[in-house]
């Protein structure tokens, strides 16, 4: 079946170091993916996609390109703050397939001043 | 705009007890799902509605939950009985349609079956 697959956290940064985190997958068709980010308390709010390969997602200094080669849709960001602290979830949707995410295990960043 | 609304935030049940969650889709919005999220996983769906039909309920145990919503509009959830493994937040997300691939998530009622 379907699957994502994130590194364990939690990953544990300064305040302005790089943040990179792994997601590959696996799907049976061509999957549009996606990077959630779910706050202390709150819901999970969409922050960044990519619908076919070499598209890069982008937001809040958050990137992730689709690598179909790799199956991977690694997130980054050059400089973190206190305030992304948060678990981060990457997911899949299939072309056709209703529109039903299959989410990772989420990914916990904290980041420390 | 508003967003997704779910209430209660927050429920504490005992074992084999019943519960309800209700939740309030963005306006317009004809897809709702409900996930569950267990502590340290990813959110796993429940069910799937479009409008006031289930698209897909696959992966819901239906001896224990079951979910309507029958104006098309709002929805609720329920399991009963509830068993400890229960425990979990339970998510709600919305859509325009079924084209539409970004989901707009509620905050979740977390529940602790005790």
């Known amino acids: 079946g379907d699957s994502v697959t994130q590194m364990e956290g939690p990953v544990t940064l300064s305040e302005e170091a790089f943040l990179t985190i792994n997601c590959t997958y696996t799907a049976t068709g061509y999957p549009s993916l996606f990077w959630y980010v779910q706050y202390p308390g709150e819901g999970l709010q969409l922050l960044l996609k990519?619908?076919?390969?070499?598209d890069k997602g982008s937001n809040k200094g958050f990137e992730a390109t689709y690598r179909k080669e790799t199956t991977s849709f690694h997130l980054e960001k050059g400089s973190v703050q206190v305030s992304d602290s948060a678990v981060y979830f990457c997911?899949?949707?299939?072309?056709?397939?209703?529109?039903?995410?299959?989410f990772g295990t989420g990914t916990q960043l904290k980041v420390e001043l | 705009e508003a967003g997704v609304a779910q209430s209660p935030r927050y429920k504490i049940i005992e074992k084999r007890q019943s519960v309800a969650f209700w939740c309030n889709p963005i306006s317009g919005h004809a897809t709702l799902y409900w996930y569950q999220q267990i502590l340290g996983q990813g959110p796993k769906l429940l069910i799937q509605?479009?409008?006031?039909?289930?698209?897909?309920d696959s992966q819901l145990p239906k001896d224990r939950f079951s979910a309507e919503r029958l104006k098309g509009v709002d929805s609720t959830l329920k399991i009963q009985p509830a068993k400890l493994e229960d425990s979990a937040v339970y998510l709600c997300a919305s859509i325009p349609g079924i084209s539409y691939n970004e989901q707009f998530f509620g905050p979740g009622t977390r529940l602790t079956v005790l």
């Open positions: 509605f479009q409008n006031n039909g289930v698209v897909d």
């Open positions: 990519a619908t076919k390969a070499d």
């Open positions: 997911a899949l949707i299939l072309t056709g397939g209703g529109n039903k995410l299959t």
